[in-house]
């Protein structure tokens, strides 16, 4: 594997973030505490990796062009900019969101876990989408 792999890794990250987000969601609607928490320590340590191969990848090949045009261009950076943005708000939604839980303030952590959930699965998902439009479509 090269650096010039890192993007369909980068993908299958965000994919299985995704993956684990919902299935950490519906474990603990199931009243599964104890498997929630690994599941969603296990999505964050995905977003870890993703973040670090997303930095070395960036770091060595820079940015690459959207090559589409038309209205597949305004769609793919309308997708982008909003991905973008959030993406730089998971981070400290998600520490928030499990500083809550291990410290036990549970009513603070549903409550930040609401809003941080959502976006967190947008961005996982454009992530991937993104990937799609830039270098399979």
């Known amino acids: 594997m090269t650096v010039r792999d890192l993007p369909a890794v980068n993908a299958s990250l965000n994919a299985l973030a995704t993956v684990l987000l919902i299935y950490g969601y519906r474990l603990i609607r199931q009243g599964k ?36 045009q038309g209205a597949m261009r305004i769609i793919y950076f309308t997708i982008l900019i909003s991905h973008v943005i959030l993406a730089a708000i998971v981070p400290v939604l998600a520490i928030m969101t499990l500083w809550r839980a291990f410290q036990e303030r549970f009513d603070k952590h549903r409550r930040i876990a609401k809003i941080t959930l959502p976006i967190w699965l947008y961005v996982s998902i454009t ?11």
């Open 33 to 68: 505490r104890e498997q929630h928490k690994r599941v969603m320590l296990s999505a964050f340590a995905v977003s870890i990796i993703f973040l670090i191969c997303y930095l070395v990848y960036h770091a060595e090949v820079g940015s690459v062009p959207y090559q589409g």
């Open 127 to 137: 992530g991937v989408i993104v990937y799609l439009m830039l270098y399979i479509f």
